[in-house]
């Protein structure tokens, strides 16, 4: 019943800017924390970035910092990943994920989010 559905990706130019939203439903995820993830192919899944549970603290992978902006709309039950500047090496599949429980430490593995959406691509040229 909980699922979760990004949208927002595409193609872009390098240098430009894209966001991404990531709508839940069949859960309110209020003081769940929620993530981004990223696949490029050929290579693992990533960490991108993270909204703790209270909506105060974000933290993000090194390569995208001062680029990428999450936030998230509890009254939407939507996260959203601001994306800036991009890079060709920011394509790939972008997934969105929440935790399985509230509250918590903030959460930088895979392992520690119980859903997840079905992604949507995200393409640079240069």
């Known amino acids: 019943q909980v699922q979760l559905v990004e949208s927002g990706g595409g193609l872009v130019q390098a240098g430009g800017s894209l966001r991404l939203s990531c709508s839940a439903s069949?859960?309110?995820?209020?003081?769940?924390?929620m993530g981004w993830f990223r696949q490029a192919p050929g290579r693992e899944r990533e960490f991108v970035a993270v909204?703790?549970?209270?909506?105060?603290?974000?933290s993000y992978v090194d390569s995208v910092k001062g680029r990428f902006t999450c936030s998230r709309d509890n009254a939407k039950n939507t996260v959203y990943l601001q994306m800036n500047s991009l890079k060709p090496e920011d394509t790939g599949v972008y997934y969105c994920?929440?935790?399985?429980?509230?509250?918590?430490?903030?959460?930088?593995?895979?392992?520690?989010?119980?859903?997840w959406g079905r992604g949507t691509q995200v393409t640079v040229s240069s």
């Open positions: 994920a929440a935790a399985g429980s509230p509250y918590g430490r903030m959460r930088y593995g895979a392992d520690e989010y119980a859903y």
């Open positions: 069949g859960r309110t995820f209020t003081n769940y924390a």
């Open positions: 909204r703790n549970w209270s909506g105060d603290r974000t």
